[in-house]
Structure formats: structure tokens, C-alpha cells
């Protein structure tokens, strides 16, 4: 099994920028690719950022085309966590994100819900203008 646990939403004025954590625990084979989603009521849930990383140093990242050049997904494999840093924050991005993993590199590229086996329980992030 694997747990997840999602920190750092809050609120912040358009232009800002937020860094959220996901701590990680569990097998690892089974989060070897980790991933943010947002949801807004009403709408579906939508892959922002995922990365993948089976072994080694190499890392692979997938980004939404909304948030491309202002987010960064990174990953410290000692803190067992992921981070999600946004800058240049937008109304738009006012959304409950979630940090979700999954053991295969098609849930990355895909960034597609489905393709997510664990997920957390989400964090707000609301931007104002």
C-alpha cells in the first residue's frame, strides 16, 4: 500500500506563488510515478504535473500546457516527498489539488485519472485577484 499525504495549499493573491508537499510512504515500486491533480466542483479532475522516476537518476516530467513555465514538480527520494512549486499563480488555479501515485510511467504521460492507483486527500489553494 501506499499513503499519501498532501500539505502547503492556502490562499494567495494573483502573481504569488505556493509550494505543495506530498509525504510519501509505502512501496516504492508502487509510486515510482507521482503526480498533482486539481479539481474544481463541477468540472473533472485534471493531471497538472507528474514525474517519473523507476531507479537511478534520471527523472521524466509531464506538465499540463496551463501551467507549463510556472510549475515545477521535483522529488528528494530521502524526504520521500513531492513538491509542487507555483509561481505566477492565476485565478484559474483555484482548485482542491491532489497528489495521487501509481507504479507505471503510462500513468505520467497520461496524467489521466484512471491511470492513478493511490491519492491523497487534497489540499486547497485558492488565488485572488
Known amino acids: 500500500q501506499v499513503q499519501l499525504v498532501e500539505s502547503g495549499g492556502g490562499s494567495v493573491q494573483a502573481g504569488g506563488s505556493l509550494r505543495l508537499s506530498c509525504a510519501a510512504s509505502g512501496d516504492r515500486y508502487k509510486r515510482y510515478c507521482m503526480g498533482w491533480f486539481r479539481q474544481v466542483p463541477g468540472k473533472e479532475r485534471e493531471g497538472v504535473a507528474s514525474i517519473y522516476r523507476s531507479g537511478g537518476n534520471t527523472e521524466t516530467t509531464f506538465y499540463h500546457d496551463s501551467v507549463k513555465g510556472r510549475f515545477t514538480i521535483s522529488q528528494d527520494n530521502a524526504k520521500n516527498t513531492v513538491y509542487l512549486q507555483m509561481n505566477n499563480l492565476k485565478p484559474e488555479d483555484s482548485a482542491m489539488y491532489y497528489c495521487?501515485?501509481?507504479?507505471?510511467?503510462?500513468?505520467?504521460?497520461?496524467?489521466?485519472?484512471?491511470?492513478?492507483?493511490?491519492w491523497g486527500q487534497g489540499t486547497q489553494v485558492t488565488v485572488s485577484l
Open positions: 495521487a501515485a501509481d507504479g507505471t510511467y503510462g500513468a505520467c504521460s497520461s496524467r489521466q485519472r484512471g491511470d492513478f492507483t493511490y
